[in-house]
């Protein structure tokens, strides 16, 4: 099979969760396939750490400035269907969530997320909400098989997106298997001394986006300060926002809130680092379709706090505490806990430890492979 996939979405190098996927979905596709030969499609401005040459890879890099979404979003529609059809694809992949209108093969779409329809809200202008629905809405009928990031997601796309659930199948993401190894106590050092980082702490991370509801933690956070005075600080690591009014609003948060510590973006590298150190690990978003970093606190041994909705408790099984997002109080209650309890912390870690050898990015890569082969023969 001659299988191109489509990165031109990954145009910044503090990528999120979808630049993750893209970069270990490629990376273990290589390990386990060497008959395939795979093109890749990618802008000038992708921040993704490719694999080196390989025999049955083609790197193909777009003449179409990526970090303009709309110069992006018309290349894709108009030029990208023109060099499928020059290099005789057999299948395409497009791992963020639409197709190009018009495609010279047959298709695979990852959606990995349903934000637009179920927090609209942070969709603006309209417009934008408007186009980016329908188009998915669209590409989510012309594809010849969708895979989702969980069973939870599924039931989204399947509701919003009117598509038949046996179109649909549900792939999980892995984590890096590096962050369970050994780590030399001075190398932790350098990296908390690096990012200002001292004594005990709460740690969240994720991007400054609505979903991830960094306001009800630092909300929570507060409350714990007032009323328990404990002596961790937050420290909180991911891009500062996207749009002004977030970054706004978390400069206004540090100011009101000395103990908070935002990072910004952190190398993938020494990301381990700020775990292992984390007395506690927070994730209580609005919204998720998966959440990556629950797979990699937990790989790193830290207990887990998140939410009761959406894909989190899917994801997190017994190895977490579960809270309603939208109240603070109970966020601080259950981080008061963990970080109270020495024996709730034991079992979380070790039923953590456990939970995380469910998922892989090679057991993903696998299945999306047997997803191409199926499509192909179709």
């Not at 270990?24 to 401005?45: A, F, K, M, P, T």
């Not at 179920?118 to 594809?143: C, E, G, I, T």
Request: proline share 5%; aromatic share 10%.
């Amino acid at each position: 099979m001659r299988i191109g996939i489509n990165g031109l979405a990954i145009n910044r190098s503090d990528y999120g969760g979808g630049g993750t996927y893209f970069a270990h979905l490629i990376r273990n596709l290589l390990e386990i396939d060497q008959s395939n030969q795979y093109y890749l499609y990618v802008g000038r401005q992708s921040g993704i750490s490719l694999p080196g040459e390989r025999p049955n890879l083609q790197v193909v890099e777009c003449p179409v400035d990526t970090q303009s979404r709309l110069r992006r979003i018309l290349f894709e529609q108009s030029a990208l269907p023109r060099m499928l059809q020059r290099q005789r694809l057999d299948v395409l992949h497009c791992p963020n969530n639409v197709l190009p209108l018009r495609t010279p093969c047959k298709t695979v779409l990852t959606i990995q997320y349903m934000f637009s329809f179920v927090m609209p809200q942070d969709y603006r202008p309209w417009y934008r909400r408007w186009y980016f629905n329908h188009l998915m809405k669209d590409s989510a009928h012309r594809a010849n098989r969708i895979i989702s990031v969980s069973e939870d997601n599924k039931g989204q796309i399947t509701r919003y997106l009117r598509v038949p659930r046996e179109k649909v199948s549900t792939i999980y993401h892995g984590t890096d298997e590096s962050f369970g190894d050994a780590m030399a106590s001075e190398r932790m050092r350098r990296c908390l001394e690096k990012y200002g980082v001292e004594g005990e702490y709460i740690l969240c991370v994720a991007n400054n986006v609505l979903n991830k509801n960094l306001e009800g933690l630092v909300e929570a956070f507060a409350y714990l300060k007032a009323k328990h005075a404990i002596a961790h600080r937050l420290v909180i690591v991911g891009n500062r926002g996207f749009d002004k009014v977030r970054q706004a609003w978390l400069t206004q948060a540090e100011r009101r809130c000395p103990e908070l510590i935002h990072t910004g973006y952190v190398d993938h590298d020494e990301l381990p680092c700020l775990y292992r150190g984390a007395s506690v690990f927070a994730l209580p978003s609005l919204c998720e379709s998966f959440g990556i970093p629950l797979l990699e606190a937990m790989r790193c041994g830290v207990p887990v706090v998140t939410s009761r909705v959406y894909a989190m408790p899917e994801i997190v099984g017994d190895a977490g505490v579960t809270v309603d997002p939208h109240d603070y109080r109970e966020i601080g209650e259950a981080l008061l806990r963990v970080l109270s309890d020495p024996g709730l912390r034991t079992r979380l870690v070790e039923q953590g430890r456990r939970r995380v050898g469910q998922f892989s990015w090679k057991q993903a890569a696998q299945e999306t492979l047997k997803v191409y082969e199926e499509v192909y023969r179709s």
